[in-house]
């Protein structure tokens, strides 16, 4: 048996037209409002698993507060303190209690709660001192040679503090020797090099974390992509083998900037076009869970 919960992260006011890539804001602003400088607000949301062995594993950790002001400001952080150690705290779990955190990638609105909140004259550190780091081999190259069009995108430091933690997981294939069958892993490259989207095993049907290959509801519509989608055609063609899965699976979708949903099933409409149905504001349950 586990528990699954969604825990929010701090969260982000980014430019619309970089969120929806080569759609109109016409269409955009009618699924979320811009403000007048057209940003629109987007969550970090993470899914805490806790078992009845005590291993508490966290996926993904948000855009978290490591920013000095300044540079928080200019990448929308809206918050200066880190909610999600706040949020995890109200969830009864200290970081002290995070055995593992999984990483879709490395990009720091996903990585950045890591690590500790920014304080002057201070360097990086890790915020959770026991937990082994798993994420993708692709995507840990990428963080550690970062291609000029997404080098503003990582943490610089964040790679070497992790290799000397000597907690790190880098993973090839669909399991971690860390986490053990109830987990298993899809992969996709449009977004970013290896991708990773961790599927949890439900008595409702799989969840997956649907990271930045379906960030939130809008982004379920197969032609909606981000501006920062390395290869957008790509992106689409592995939503699409994603979203047909995890229909025929009756699965559900586990959304990271949706800052209205956090989970939904997905399913064609009569048109053929997917949409979201059984939607949740929150995911807390208990499931027995079998990934495979």
Request: aromatic content about 8%.
């Amino acid at each position: 048996m586990a528990h699954l919960a969604s825990i929010l992260g701090n969260s982000q006011r980014l430019d619309g037209g970089a969120m929806f890539g080569n759609a109109p804001r016409a269409l955009w602003s009618r699924w979320i409002e811009p403000d007048e400088l057209g940003l629109i607000p987007l969550a970090t949301r993470c899914l805490l698993v806790r078992e009845d062995s005590g291993r508490v594993v966290l996926i993904e950790t948000g855009v978290g507060s490591f920013f000095a002001p300044e540079l928080r400001s200019r990448f929308g952080v809206t918050e200066q303190g880190h909610v999600l150690l706040d949020n995890l705290a109200v969830a009864g779990v200290d970081p002290a209690d995070v055995d593992v955190v999984v990483l879709s990638h490395l990009h720091f609105d996903h990585a950045g709660g890591l690590l500790r909140q920014w304080s002057e004259g201070t360097d990086l550190a890790l915020a959770f001192p026991a937990a082994t780091v798993v994420v993708s081999s692709a995507a840990w190259e990428r963080a550690r040679q970062p291609h000029p069009r997404d080098r503003a995108s990582f943490i610089s430091g964040l790679p070497e503090l992790l290799l000397e933690c000597e907690r790190l997981e880098i993973v090839d294939s669909d399991t971690s020797t860390t986490l053990g069958p109830d987990f298993r892993f899809h992969f996709s490259q449009g977004h970013t090099p290896g991708l990773m989207l961790t599927e949890v095993g439900s008595d409702a049907g799989p969840v997956v974390f649907g990271g930045d290959l379906v960030p939130g509801r809008p982004w379920v519509h197969l032609p909606i992509t981000m501006g920062y989608d390395r290869f957008p055609e790509l992106l689409i063609d592995e939503k699409t083998s994603l979203l047909d899965d995890l229909e025929r699976r009756s699965g559900r979708l586990f959304f990271t900037h949706d800052t209205e949903v956090a989970v939904a099933r997905v399913q064609r409409d009569s048109g053929g076009r997917f949409v979201c149905t059984e939607e949740a504001s929150t995911l807390n349950e208990s499931t027995v869970r079998s990934a495979s």
